[in-house]
Nanobody, 123 residues
Framework: QVQLVESGGGLVQAGGSLRLSCAASGRTFFSYGMGWFRQAPGKEHEFVAG????????YYTDSVKGRFTISRDKAKNAVYLQMNSLKPEDTAVYYC????????????????WGQGTQVTVSS
C-alpha cells in the first residue's frame, strides 16, 4: 500500500521557520516528481513547490520564492520543504504529492498524496 506521510507542521510566529518532511512508502519513487500543496481555510488547494523526478529542477509558486526550499532524498523516498520567513498567509494544511515524472498542478491530478500537516503562523 502506497503511503505519503507528512510531518513537521506546527505553530510558529511570523518570521519563524519550519521544516516539513514527507516519507513515502509502498513503492519506489525513483521516476516520480514530488511536491507540496497547501489549502488555507475556505480556499482551494494551491501548488507550493515541486521537484522533478531526478531532482534536477525545482519550481515554486511566486508567493514563496526566496523563502521556501524543496529538496528530496531519493534513497530515503523522502521530500522536504524548508520554510523560512513565514507569514500569517502561509497558514494552511500542507500536503505532499507524487506523480510520475513531474508533479501535476492540481493536487487531485497527482497519482499519490498524503493526509496533510497543519502549519499555523501567528502574527
Amino acid at each position: 500500500q502506497v503511503q505519503l506521510v507528512e510531518s513537521g507542521g506546527g505553530l510558529v510566529q511570523a518570521g519563524g521557520s519550519l521544516r516539513l518532511s514527507c516519507a513515502a512508502s509502498g513503492r519506489t519513487f525513483f521516476s516520480y516528481g514530488m511536491g507540496w500543496f497547501r489549502q488555507a481555510p475556505g480556499k482551494e488547494h494551491e501548488f507550493v513547490a515541486g521537484t522533478s523526478w531526478d531532482g534536477g529542477n525545482t519550481y515554486y509558486t511566486d508567493s514563496v520564492k526566496g523563502r521556501f526550499t524543496i529538496s528530496r532524498d531519493k534513497a530515503k523516498n523522502a521530500v522536504y520543504l524548508q520554510m523560512n520567513s513565514l507569514k500569517p498567509e502561509d497558514t494552511a494544511v500542507y500536503y505532499c504529492a507524487a506523480n510520475r515524472w513531474t508533479v501535476a498542478g492540481t493536487l487531485q491530478h497527482n497519482e499519490y498524496w498524503g493526509q496533510g500537516t497543519q502549519v499555523t503562523v501567528s502574527s
